[in-house]
Each structure stands twice: as structure tokens, then as C-alpha cells.
């Protein structure tokens, strides 16, 4: 969350941004009878490895759990986009997903497991790409509300992107478990999540970029560049903390965990790097 406050220049005491997290927490109630139904409808134990987490990670996960975001963002929006105080989509997209990602994070951690392990795991893998899908919806929304004659491919474009993304992300995942022999498959599945989570990034930055003339500036700025330092000096100090019990494993595994912060507080120091004293001036 501090990513996107910072990225924004808002504060955390900003009760929109608290108000659209609340907002997606309250999607994922939404997501529980659809998954149900979906996974009656498609019977994936029955099914081959590969067809059966396709089918999980494509038709149960990420369509409707995209498709909850997209409206709970829609109704975010509707509700708090209008008026002199008017968020930025792309921040107002950013902690609707963190709100559904901080209550799907719930349910897994209150099921029985290794959840010191799985809370480390989801806290820099699973919540940056929740996050991620946000930002990559916002922006084409926002992209959508400057292109009104290509408005319907904008929006098509804000729910089928986060689909491939959420997909792409839970595929491998969901293959491992179902058979081990493809083990193999997780360099190229890590690699994937940092391509993607870069491409997004880049997106995003652009279209902030063209659209922040329109966005109403708030008061009480955030620092990009303190909450950079905190991500790339903190997270893995942390991810090897709660890793490093694990051995060898657990060494390798908190500097894996520690690669998405890291892009996220590398793209903070370069917001703050961009800053000019004109923009540093109108706010």
C-alpha cells in the first residue's frame, strides 16, 4: 500500500484510498459462490495436469476474481472520482486490488499449513502482482477515459490484461502442485512475474505521466523516495528473517522474494528523481 500512496504523493490517513481498499476487500465476498460454481462445473481432479491448472488458474481464479476488481474499481471510481477531490484512477485501481488481495491473503493464512512461510511468500510475491493487476487496470481505464471513440477496446483491454496476467502468474503454481515433475518450469515462471511486473510498470509510469496534468493534486505528499529506500533496504532484511530457518533454501528463496520489492522501490527512487520543482510547485 505504502507504494501506491507514495506514488501518488497522498497520505495514509487519505479516506478515499482507505475507501476503494475497503472496497475490494469487500469483492471477494462476491468471488466465493462463482469459484464454487465453477469448480463444480469444472471438475479439475479428473482432469491432466496441464488441462486441470488451466482450467484452475484461467477459469476458476482469474476471470472471476479480475472481473470482481473491475467492478468493485468501477464503483470506486463512480463513488469517488468525481469532484475537487478526485483521485487518479490508477492509485484508486492500485488499493481496490490490495484491499482484495489483503482478504484473499486472510483465508489462506487462517487454513492449516507452514503460514510464517506462506505469509513471507504471498507478502512479496502474491500481493505486489495482485497490486500489479491493478495498476495495469487503472491504467488502461485511464487510457480509456482519454480515448472516448476506442473507449469499449480500452475497457476490454483493463479486464482481459489482468486476466492474462493473474492467469499467467497462478498456471505454473498450480502445475507444480498438481504433478512435482514440473518442477522445472519455476525459473521461467520467476522470470515471467519480472518481465511483467517491469512492462507494467513502464505502462503505468507513461500513462501517469500523460494524464497528471488532469489529476488534482494532493495535499500532505508521501515521499517516493524515503518509501524506495524502506522497500529495497527493509523487505529483504525481512523475507531473510523469516526464510532463513529454511537453509540453504531459505537464503536463495528470501533473494528471490526480495527481486519484486526491490523493482518497486527502484521505481520509486526514479519517480522521485523525476519530480520537477514546477510539478514540486503546483502541488
Known sequence: MQYGIAKARARWD????????????????????????LKKAFPVDVMSPVHGAVTQAFVIAAIPEEIAKFAAILYAIKRYGAGDDRHDVITTSFAVALGFAAIENLAYLLAPGEWPLLAASRAVLAVPMHGLNGLAMGSFLTVAQFHPRQRRVWLTAALAVPMLLHAGYDFPLMLITRNEAFFGVLPA?????VLSTICVLCLCNKVRAFAERVYVPLNGA???????????LLVPILASITLVGAGNFGIVGAAAFSILPAILGIDLLRTSSKVSPAATAKR
Do not use: K, N, Q, Y
Request: without cysteine; negative net charge; charged residues 10%.
Open 14 to 37: 487519505d479516506r478515499t484510498i482507505w475507501e476503494a481498499f475497503f472496497s475490494g476487500g469487500m469483492a471477494t465476498i462476491f468471488v466465493l459462490l462463482p469459484e464454487m460454481l
Open 189 to 193: 515462471w520467476f522470470l515471467m512475474v
Open 222 to 232: 508521501s515521499s517516493p523516495r524515503l518509501s524506495g529506500a524502506v522497500l529495497l
